[in-house]
């Protein structure tokens, strides 16, 4: 049995690549929900529904978000309402929103409802949220960086929504603190603690150490849990080259004090992890590593093809110490 | 100036013929909302929209519901999932209901939505809810009617909401009892009760009296204020030889103890409209209908095209005592 922890693009693809190594059925990734968030009434899960629908093999590739193909009627005719279309929801994947909000207004747990999503679409891994709890990340961008009007539809840039800082501002603004609202009444997600516990192995997957595995982390009980398992839990790191291949990763860990390196990751993640996956682009860096208290093993971890996630799937098989 | 009492289809027909047969800006359409509902957590308007996408020439004349040439990606995927695809919204009539519900949600009224929705679609009459707070029709099925198995979705036949009977079970099962949940503690919409105060005259549009003009009655305060214009109150039948245009209205009479005709609406109508407008088809029943106290006027007012809209429309205008 395997353990991800996962955000949402770089998580999906080596998920996509875990289900070709070992049996599906095996797998539990656990999501972080920090970015969910309610619009137009809609409860909205970016990372569980990119996982989702990369898994069954219905993600757009050319945004990472949302399904190939999908229409955008309902979106322009918003947009010609002068409503806020500023957050692409394609007709079909609407429907998914649809789904969820309805079910969770009938009392079904949030995991309940990921599970069925799941099932529904012929994903065989379980896809389960951090925890059944409202966790939001939210951000205080640095003043340096705010024009004196602000920004449209930003109320107070000290107290910013995830998908306001990533879409609307499209992630283009120096952040000086990330937090997780709700974190600290949050409990896991029912049966994470217990997957990580019995867990053969726990990967935690490429996905931004700050606002994609950080909310998972701050639910209490799940770093403590990783920590526990340390020397089984291998880490994929983001940054390659001292970049985020996609994203904000590397700016975030500048702003917030960080170093953008694999370095920088592997600090944050030693109390809990015990081995660090760097690429090969990063090789150099390997003895720091392992001086930070790592197992640092290098391959090629850029998953530019269905054929490198599963290579690099492979590799992470029995990579534990 | 004007003030309409409207449901939906019926109401909007009629609407279609006033806008054209005086200035648009003096008339205000006061909407039944008793339809309403909250689905996939969306707020659901239906006989506001009706009317509203009908004004603005983008009805749907096929269905009397939804957009003209929409598209149902979202339904489709909906049902895919196996999620309450029994309502159809189409992907662009989605809009409408995504706009509504975040515009809500972030603290607006209904009439302050329904109004930018309105402009937004250059409707140039006024689109006015019955009232911003919430009144939802909910019905008492007949237990002769009911399955011993009950039927699929309705948890309890005694306590059905509108649209449970309406669309899923297509109104075809009888009805022993009808209720507007709320009703007591709403109060009319702004402005309504000053509008019928100061109106020149007050139509009645041809909609189904129990579920469409009662729930509008129902709002304290709306019944007496046209009993006080009663001289100036013209009610359009929406039965016509004993049958109801379009929908239930003719059964849903019967099933509650009412005669099914224009007979049986004048009885109802009597206590607050001056004048009953009924079709020729029925001018064999004008002096009964003037025996129970109404004015009766008697012309072609079965709408089949928008030149018959308008010639009842203009017939209506001064038609009051």
Same mark, same amino acid.
């Given at each position: 049995?395997?353990v991800?922890?996962?955000?949402g693009v770089?998580?999906?693809?080596?998920?996509a690549?875990?289900v070709?190594?070992m049996?599906p059925?095996g797998?539990?990734?656990v999501?972080n929900?920090?970015d969910?968030m309610?619009?137009?009434?809609?409860h909205?899960?970016?990372?569980?529904?990119?996982?989702t629908?990369?898994?069954?093999?219905?993600s757009n590739p050319?945004t990472?978000?949302?399904l190939?193909?999908?229409?955008?009627?309902?979106?322009?005719?918003l947009?010609?309402?002068?409503?806020?279309a500023w957050?692409?929801l394609?007709?079909?994947?609407l429907?998914?929103?649809?789904?969820?909000?309805?079910?969770?207004?009938?009392?079904a747990s949030?995991?309940a409802?990921?599970?069925e999503l799941?099932a529904?679409?012929?994903?065989?891994l379980?896809?389960?949220?951090?925890s059944d709890?409202p966790?939001r990340?939210?951000?205080s961008?640095d003043?340096?960086?705010?024009p004196a009007?602000?920004?449209?539809g930003?109320?107070?840039p000290?107290?910013?929504?995830?998908?306001d800082y990533f879409?609307?501002?499209?992630?283009?603004?120096?952040?000086?603190a990330?937090?997780f609202?709700?974190?600290?009444?949050s409990?896991?997600?029912p049966g994470?603690?217990?997957?990580i516990?019995?867990?053969d192995?726990i990967?935690?997957c490429?996905s931004?150490?700050?606002?994609s595995?950080?909310?998972?982390?701050?639910?209490?009980?799940?770093?403590?849990a990783?920590?526990?398992r340390?020397?089984?839990v291998?880490?994929? @790191?983001?940054?390659?080259a001292g970049?985020?291949l996609?994203?904000?990763?590397?700016?975030l860990?500048?702003e917030l004090?960080h170093? @953008?390196?694999?370095?920088?990751v592997?600090r944050l993640?030693?109390?809990?992890?015990? @081995?660090?996956?760097?690429?090969?682009a990063?090789?150099?860096?390997?003895?720091a590593?392992?001086?930070v208290g790592?197992?640092?093993i290098?391959v090629?971890?850029v998953m530019s @093809?269905p054929?490198?996630?599963l290579e690099?799937?492979?590799?992470?098989?029995?990579?534990?110490?």
């Open positions: 049995v395997l991800a922890i996962a955000g770089g998580a999906a693809r080596l998920l690549g875990l070709r190594a049996d059925a797998i539990m990734a999501v929900t920090g969910d309610t619009l137009h009434g809609l909205i899960s970016p990372d569980i529904d990119t996982i629908y990369t898994l069954a093999g219905r050319a990472g978000w949302g190939a193909g999908d229409t955008f009627s309902a979106m322009a005719e947009a010609d309402l002068g409503g806020q957050f692409g394609g007709d079909r994947d429907a998914t929103h649809l789904y969820r909000t309805q079910r969770l207004a009938e009392g949030l995991s409802v990921t599970a799941a529904r679409r012929g994903v065989a379980r896809v389960v949220p951090m709890d966790v990340t939210r951000l961008l003043p340096a960086g705010v009007t602000g920004f449209p930003i109320a107070d000290d107290d910013v929504a995830f998908q879409v609307r501002l499209r992630h283009g603004v120096p952040v000086r990330v937090r609202d709700g974190a600290e009444r409990r896991p997600a994470v603690l217990e997957a516990e019995a867990a192995e990967v935690v490429p931004n150490p700050l606002v595995i950080g909310p998972v982390l701050a639910v209490p009980g799940i770093a403590d990783l920590a526990r340390r020397p089984d291998v880490a994929v @790191s983001p940054i390659v970049q985020a996609k994203g904000p990763a590397d700016r860990l500048r004090g170093e @953008s390196s694999v370095l920088g592997a993640y030693a109390p809990w992890a015990g @081995s660090l996956v760097v690429d090969v990063d090789a150099a860096l390997a003895p590593v392992e001086e790592l197992h640092c290098v090629d971890t @093809s054929g490198r996630s690099l799937a492979r590799r992470l098989l029995g990579a534990r110490r």
